[in-house]
């Protein structure tokens, strides 16, 4: 099989559970598309309005306060898209339909690790299309305030190096270098949950978020302390979850990045104003066809035989 060509699903695959900051019921299908199509999420169930395409594109982002918002800033969007983003780009599937009856993706457990599992389990195929990168050709950067974002040029693959500094004795500062791979995707990055302070929760309640937030699909940072009572994932969860979120972010290129990307101090925010800065000048980037260092997609490899769907349920 040539993992150079672009991927899809061999069949569809559903899951079910809540959103995290609407609390709401919260179902998606992921379904087989064609080449070329990218990541495209069909929103139904809009009251007064027929299904809305939607492409998953950095052009399309209306909101990133705490998350990333596709879509108009009224009925017809789609919230907390970064999970799924990450886990399509971190297993090299290029195209899929993504239908969703809400509002809002369906958290999860808090990571990517179950959309994984359903890619995987499904499996994916390849197309005869070739698939196309994002080559990076000259460094671009944002800053606000301490924060910054930057994308290099790079030979080959996609690096990224994020860095996080907390004022809790919880999280501290923490750095994770990770060069784009699926196996190692799977298993270093896709299960870091997101999390929140406890000090936060009330606010965001009368503000209208984190209303199905848990134990079940958060890590709650106390005072000096993680709640939950399992603890972490990993010593470094949190900023794991950063990586975690900057590839679904960038994802929102519409292409594999061929470069490094760096941040301090980032979100949702910075990583979509770094993709706006880049597309600014035509002389930053090319669209190129070539094969950087980027492992099989584990979901190909394990799709000889698999179940038409998947239905994980979050209580």
């Not at 969007?77 to 886990?87: D, K, N, Q, R, Y």
């Not at 190129?288 to 179940?307: D, G, I, K, L, S």
Request: charged share 20%; proline share 5%; glycine share 8%.
């Amino acid at each position: 099989m040539n993992f150079d060509r672009q991927t899809t699903l061999r069949a569809a695959v559903t899951l079910t559970g809540i959103g995290v900051h609407s609390g709401a019921p919260a179902s998606i299908c992921l379904k087989p598309s064609s080449a070329n199509s990218g990541v495209v999420f069909l929103r139904t169930g809009i009251e007064g309005m027929p299904p809305q395409l939607i492409h998953a594109k950095h052009t399309k982002v209306s909101a990133t306060e705490l998350c990333t918002v596709i879509g108009d800033r009224g009925p017809a969007s789609v919230s907390t898209i970064e999970h799924l983003m990450s886990a399509c780009s971190g297993l090299g599937l290029d195209n899929v339909l993504v239908e969703i009856d809400g509002p809002e993706m369906p958290i999860m457990d808090g990571s990517a690790t179950e959309f994984v599992a359903a890619i995987e389990a499904t499996g994916m195929v390849t197309l005869a299309a070739p698939r196309r990168y994002l080559k990076v050709l000259q460094p671009v950067r944002i800053e606000n305030g301490r924060a910054f974002a930057e994308l290099m040029p790079a030979e080959q693959g996609f690096r990224l190096d994020v860095e996080i500094d907390f004022d809790t004795v919880v999280i501290g500062r923490q750095r994770k270098i990770f060069d784009l791979d699926a196996k190692a995707y799977a298993s270093e990055i896709s299960k870091a949950r997101t999390f929140g302070f406890m000090r936060d929760v009330e606010q965001l309640w009368k503000a209208g978020f984190a209303l199905g937030a848990s134990l079940d699909n958060t890590v709650a940072i106390g005072e000096d302390k993680v709640i939950n009572p399992e603890g972490l994932r990993y010593g470094d969860e949190f900023v794991r979850h950063k990586v975690l979120d900057a590839i679904g972010d960038l994802a929102l290129a519409g292409y594999p990045i061929i470069g490094e990307f760096r941040s301090y101090c980032g979100g949702h925010r910075m990583n979509v104003r770094i993709l706006e800065a880049l597309f600014a000048d035509r002389a930053n980037f090319a669209i190129v066809e070539t094969q950087p260092v980027f492992a099989a997609p584990r979901a190909v490899q394990m799709a000889a035989v698999a179940p038409a769907a998947f239905a994980p349920d979050l209580h």
